[in-house]
């Protein structure tokens, strides 16, 4: 495994060497000041697409930079066939790790379709019993409203940048405050599913009330469905705030 600390010191002393100051180096390589703080922190590594650029800025060859140390021509060799076998070693790690995420989520919605036939074939409803459209937007809107009023909505965007745009480092700084923007979000749908049940259940009461008993199930599936929306969008956005805790 590669040192993340000590390639991290190793930047931050050839870069006060050079006589740069973090700004003047991130200018000078192409990304923001915050991506070579995190680099020198031990929170991230240089992308590969500008590990020439920041080697030639600072004076050091690659296999330097991934070792961590200034290299004499004794070690180098030596250096450097350990520096392949760590990236190999991380590379498989990776690869097992994404089989790992696939399986997972095959079998989770594989259980899951299964599940709700079962339930369906049972109960002798349909599917289309859980679908209310108006109930959704009314939750999604209770959470847009709750993230732009707690000012998340920039980090919540971000957040999705981060998981799956291949040019993020100048995001990665914000990786905690993308975090906690999701976190925000999962519990902002679930209030919005919440509020919005309550509002469906004294519809029901006010039909009850009125002895109306005819429209009394629509009423009450819509008044349940919207704490179900809450809770599934929730859900949702659980992995998401997985991956991105993994960051840092």
């Known amino acids: 495994m590669l040192d993340l600390i000590k ?3 190793f930047i931050s002393n050839v870069r006060k060497e ?29 992308d590969t697409s500008i590990m020439s650029d920041l080697c030639e800025v600072l004076g050091i060859n690659i296999n330097e930079l991934l070792s961590g140390e200034r290299l004499d021509a004794d070690t180098y060799s030596g250096k ?14 990776s690869r097992n790790e994404r089989k790992s995420v696939i399986i997972g989520l095959l079998l989770g919605v ?28 009314i939750v999604i809107a209770f959470q ?10 920039h980090n919540f965007i971000s957040a999705f940048k981060l998981i799956f745009s291949k040019h993020k480092e100048d995001l990665l700084s914000e990786v905690e405050h993308c975090e906690y923007a999701i976190k ?9 599913g919440i509020l919005s049940s ?3 259940f004294v ?6 009330f009125r002895e109306a008993y005819d429209v009394l199930g629509p009423n009450l599936a819509v008044a349940v469905l919207s704490l179900f929306y809450g809770i599934l969008i929730s859900i949702i956005l659980m992995p998401i705030q997985g991956r991105l805790h993994k960051m840092y």
């Open 110 to 137: 594989l259980f899951l379709i299964v599940g709700m036939l079962f339930i369906a074939f049972v109960s002798g409803s349909s599917l289309v019993y859980y679908l209310d459209t108006p109930s959704f937007i």
């Open 80 to 93: 450097a066939e350990k520096i392949m076998v760590d990236l190999v070693r991380d590379a498989q790690k």
């Open 184 to 192: 925000y979000a999962r519990m902002a749908a679930i209030l919005g």
């Open 198 to 200: 309550i509002m469906g």
């Open 203 to 208: 519809t029901v009461f006010a039909i009850v």
């Open 7 to 9: 390639i991290g010191s």
């Open 144 to 153: 847009f409203i709750l993230l732009g009023a707690g000012g998340q909505m």
């Open 18 to 46: 050079q006589g740069l100051t973090q700004k003047q180096l991130a200018e000078r390589v192409g990304v923001s000041d915050k991506a070579v703080s995190r680099w020198e922190t031990g929170k991230g590594l240089p």
